[in-house]
């Protein structure tokens, strides 16, 4: 019997980006670990990953071409050859493509965050091709661009500083179920003796832990930052030194943050005046002290209408009360800026002839399905290429890109483990391998290691990685480019620029046999200044964002839909609903693994005893979730982790899963964040009612 070691790399869109060992015993994979010596994995993998070996070996995996009997939806469907399934695609394709490319688009996102599974030879094609571009905005492109305001790149403090932090306000984020491994090293800074304080609606896992948790209503963040800022400029717990040599517009952010006293900002997060008061005295009188404050900042606070601008504010913290000056100190928000990714020489822009395609959004897929030819628009979309995505599930108006789909006149191409929501619309799915069976090189959004990972095991029955089946369809459209016969490893080898100093001592071969490497960054990034803003410095003022039209001081952009902000709205729809990840799935990933499914249960509602109370939901009872974009059911759980006025549904489930047959984003609504052109699915109100058995 022989029995290897591979090292892999946890593929899933997680900030954390596991380095993994997988035992091979003749040609199958028994076991899953996390690399002991990888420093931020630490040995561990999350519940859902060590399950990734059930995933692979899942009965339900797709092993060959399908083309669909059934109606859309339906998922009905007939296994074929590849040659079948190639032949076909390609024959659906060209006739499109010689009348107007653009009317094909890619959909995909992070199912995969591999650089070539994820995006290189896809990416090829599609701009070979010359078919739409997709803004890739679903998650993370509103703080983002907060971010790059105010600091300059997706730079921040380095996890593995965090347990030195005196004080760690964990903003909007859920790291026990999202973050693992930053928890572990919030864990250990807590026995050090750092105080912990979470913001967040909801009593989260995280919050729960917890020394403090401040409970605002969602979207409300902005105002809260602004009333720290407050508070921290009129009781001078400020780093003037830091301020006046590192940043531009402190004057400005003076004017604009005396706007903000503590009564104000309280009544607009719906907090106590004391909570506003006691946070900023606590965050800039540990920084007075000398000692490290930091911020991980997550992703909770962007999906709203104002959600770049909260990130921008939060953001400005750190400056005003010098927390850069420590390694241990400062803010996270994303890694991913601090790698020499070559994108480029991976993806391969050149090969786009004529001019740059329109661009469609991803999160206003349901709309945009359903227009037809237009000026402005362009051409209809007649097919749609999904893979390392499940819009059907994830979404927003999730009612609307159904009935995309369903369109008859739509040829859809699915890429898939598992025929998921989106599969079973599907005209053609074609079987992809997962990550045990192909290679893929991986920089992170949580950590500063260049990861590799291994093919472990062949690919299962005819399945193929994405780059393989891309080569192959390219190879059918008639695309002859040298770009095309490239192999993954000699992609994976242009991954990272190794002339740039963060990367010299890297080369793909020995990341292959070690799994890691890390980056050469600076312990404390912004300790001396250098900021890469237009200014180099902390831009609390920015011209950036005057020319693209936004206020370029901090300010506070409320909520599309609250009851303050749309009193008229929130009388037939009181509640705000958000629908941050459930801990046992990874978006919808994980969905169908039963042991995964059995410890989520079936989807759920968590609402407040007196928004429960009044209306005579009683827990456990099912509810109907509804307001004017659709509806969906869920078990309650009348609970006080719900704030009042908050109902929150963990997600995101398979809608074939449901007992209804749909999910939370059948509330949401397509509408987009004040930046970054992201989406705004905790910017919603709902009404709750019974459901008479
Ligand atoms: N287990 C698991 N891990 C995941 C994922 C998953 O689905 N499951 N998804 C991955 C992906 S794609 C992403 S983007 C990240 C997300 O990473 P995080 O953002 O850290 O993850 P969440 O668990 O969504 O935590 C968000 C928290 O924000 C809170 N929140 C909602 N609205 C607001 C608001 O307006 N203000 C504030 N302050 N808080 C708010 C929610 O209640 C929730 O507790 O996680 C990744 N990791
Ligand atoms: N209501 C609500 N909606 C949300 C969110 C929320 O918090 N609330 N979160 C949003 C966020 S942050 C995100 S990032 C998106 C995530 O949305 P998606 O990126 O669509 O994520 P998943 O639903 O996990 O779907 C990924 C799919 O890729 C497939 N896949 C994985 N690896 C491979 C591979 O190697 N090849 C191929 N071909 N397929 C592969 C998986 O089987 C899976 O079905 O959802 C968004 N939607
Ligand atoms: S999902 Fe996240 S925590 Fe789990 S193994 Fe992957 S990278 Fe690690
Ligand atoms: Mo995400």
Not at 187 to 216: F, N, V
Not at 345 to 357: I, K, S, W, Y
């Amino acid at each position: 019997m022989t029995k290897t070691l591979v090292r892999a790399t946890c593929p899933h869109d997680c900030p954390d980006t596991c380095a993994i060992h997988v035992t091979v015993e003749n040609g199958v994979a028994t076991e899953i670990k996390g690399d002991p010596d990888h420093p931020t994995t630490a040995g561990v993998l999350c519940t859902k990953v060590s399950r990734y070996i059930d995933r692979t070996y899942h009965p339900d995996r797709i092993l060959t071409p399908l083309r669909r009997v059934g109606k859309k939806g339906e998922g009905r469907f007939e296994p074929i050859s590849w040659d079948q399934a190639l032949d076909e695609i390609a024959s659906r394709l060209k006739p499109i493509a010689a009348r107007d490319p653009q009317a094909i688009l890619p959909y995909s996102y992070c199912g995969t965050m591999g650089l070539l599974q994820g995006e290189a030879m896809a990416m090829r094609f599609f701009h070979k091709l010359g078919a739409s571009f997709l803004d890739r905005t679903v998650c993370a492109t509103a703080g983002f661009t907060g971010y790059k305001y105010t600091i300059g790149g997706s730079i921040g403090t380095d996890i593995e500083q965090f347990q030195d932090a005196r004080l760690i306000v964990i903003w909007g984020g859920n790291p026990i179920a999202s973050n693992l491994h930053f928890w572990m090293r919030v864990q250990e800074a807590k026995r050090r003796g750092a105080k912990l304080i979470a913001i967040d609606p909801y009593r989260s896992l995280t919050a729960e832990k917890c020394h403090q948790h401040i409970a605002l209503m969602p979207g409300t963040d902005a105002a809260l930052a602004l009333g720290l800022m407050h508070v921290l400029i009129k009781e001078n717990l400020l780093d003037h030194d830091y301020i006046a040599q590192h940043t531009v517009g402190f004057e400005q952010l003076k004017e604009r943050a005396a706007e903000w006293n503590p009564e104000r900002t309280a009544e607009t997060c719906g907090i106590s005046v004391e909570e506003v008061v006691n946070l900023a005295r606590e965050y800039g009188g540990t920084a007075m002290r000398g000692e490290p404050v930091a911020i991980r900042l997550n992703y909770g606070v962007q999906r709203v209408r104002g959600g770049g601008m909260a990130v921008r504010n939060i953001t400005c913290l750190p400056a005003l009360v010098g927390a850069w000056r420590h390694a241990a100190g400062g803010a996270q928000l994303s890694t991913s800026g601090s790698f020499p990714a070559n994108r480029a020489a991976l993806q391969r822009p050149d090969l786009l002839q004529g001019p740059r395609p329109r661009t469609i959004n991803m999160n206003t897929i349901g709309d945009d399905l359903l227009r037809e030819s237009s000026p402005g628009f362009g051409p209809k979309i007649e097919a749609v290429i999904v893979y390392n995505a499940n819009p059907v599930a994830i979404a927003p108006d999730s009612a609307k890109v159904q009935r995309g789909f369903e369109r008859e006149d739509l040829f859809t191409v699915v890429l898939e483990h598992f025929l998921t929501d989106s599969a079973d619309y599907a005209d053609i799915v074609l079987p992809a391998t997962t990550q045990l069976e192909h290679v893929d090189a991986h920089l992170a959004y949580g950590h500063l290691y260049m990861m590799a990972n291994n093919a472990a095991i062949a690919p299962l029955g005819e399945s193929k990685p994405n780059t393989e089946i891309f080569r192959l369809l390219a190879s059918r459209m008639g695309f002859t480019d040298a770009a095309f016969q490239e192999s993954d490893d000699e992609m994976a080898a242009t991954a990272f620029n190794n002339k740039d100093a963060r990367a010299v001592h890297f080369d793909w071969e020995s990341l292959k046999r070690t799994g890691w490497s890390k980056l050469n960054m600076p312990a404390a990034p912004f300790a001396d200044g250098g900021f890469p803003t237009p200014s180099g410095k902390c831009e609390f003022y920015s011209s950036s964002m005057l020319a693209d039209g936004l206020d370029p001081v901090p300010s506070y952009i409320p909520n599309y839909e609250s009851v303050a902000s749309n009193p008229e709205l929130a009388a037939k729809y009181p509640l705000a609903m958000i629908s941050p990840p459930a801990r046992n799935f990874l978006n919808s990933t994980f969905v169908n693994v039963q042991s995964l499914r059995a410890t989520e249960g079936e989807p759920h509602l968590d609402i407040h005893p007196d928004d429960a109370a009044v209306r005579r939901i009683a827990d456990k009872e099912m509810v109907r979730i509804f307001n004017d974009r659709g509806s969906f059911v869920a078990r309650a759980r009348v609970t006080p982790k719900a704030r009042a006025g908050l109902v929150v549904g963990l997600s995101i489930w398979w809608k074939k899963l449901a007992s209804d047959g749909k999910n939370a984003n059948e509330v949401t609504s397509q509408r987009l964040t004040d930046m970054g052109r992201a989406p705004t699915f905790y910017d919603t109100l709902v009404q709750v009612e019974k459901v008479e058995p």
